[in-house]
């Protein structure tokens, strides 16, 4: 009697262990994604986590072109003052609800550019080399298209 008891507890565990790395799995790595027409994944958001995504991403290619500016004067304050508000410090606003949305790699693209950009503002204040600050963009760029060329950002359909 008491070793079935011991293997139903067993079975319990086992069974509740499965379900949170299914559920891990589901949030952490696949996020909320369908096909979308033209062949990429649909990152599926509501309207207003889409809103914030889309606003980041103007974010980011704002600074592309001051950072282009910049480096063709030669003026590394002004890649720092660009690229600065958006490295890691901008992803601690972002919604855990939304987060979980987004699949893996969408993630590790997305913080990689922060921390790209961190890198550039630290590295253009210690070297003051704009051109070092252009070779770091391009690897940033590089990151920006591989994410476009995989992923879209829709809503969800809204209610009325």
């Known amino acids: 009697m008491r070793a ?4 139903v507890y067993w ?11 299914g559920l891990v799995f589901k949030f952490m790595v696949l ?14 958001l509501d309207p207003s986590e889409r809103a914030l995504v ?6 980011f290619l704002s600074a ?13 304050a002004a890649i720092v003052q660009a690229v600065r508000p958006l490295g ?3 992803t601690q606003d972002v919604p855990a609800t939304l987060v979980a949305k987004l699949p893996l790699e969408f993630k590790m693209l997305g913080h990689g550019v922060h921390a790209d950009f961190d ?4 590295d253009a204040e210690a070297l003051a080399d704009a051109r070092h600050a252009l070779q770091q963009m391009n690897a940033v760029m590089k990151k920006c298209v591989a994410c476009h060329a995989v992923y ?7 209610s009325r």
């Open 119 to 122: 890198r550039i503002a630290m």
């Open 11 to 21: 079975v319990i565990i086992g069974l509740l262990l499965l379900t949170i790395v």
């Open 64 to 76: 592309v072109q001051i950072v282009l500016e910049a480096a063709d004067r030669g003026d590394t």
């Open 4 to 7: 079935t008891k011991t293997t």
């Open 152 to 158: 879209q950002i829709t809503a969800t359909p809204t």
């Open 88 to 90: 890691m410090v901008a």
């Open 54 to 59: 889309l606003n980041e991403m103007r974010r």
């Open 31 to 44: 996020g909320k994604t369908e096909t979308a027409v033209d062949g990429r994944q649909a990152v599926v």
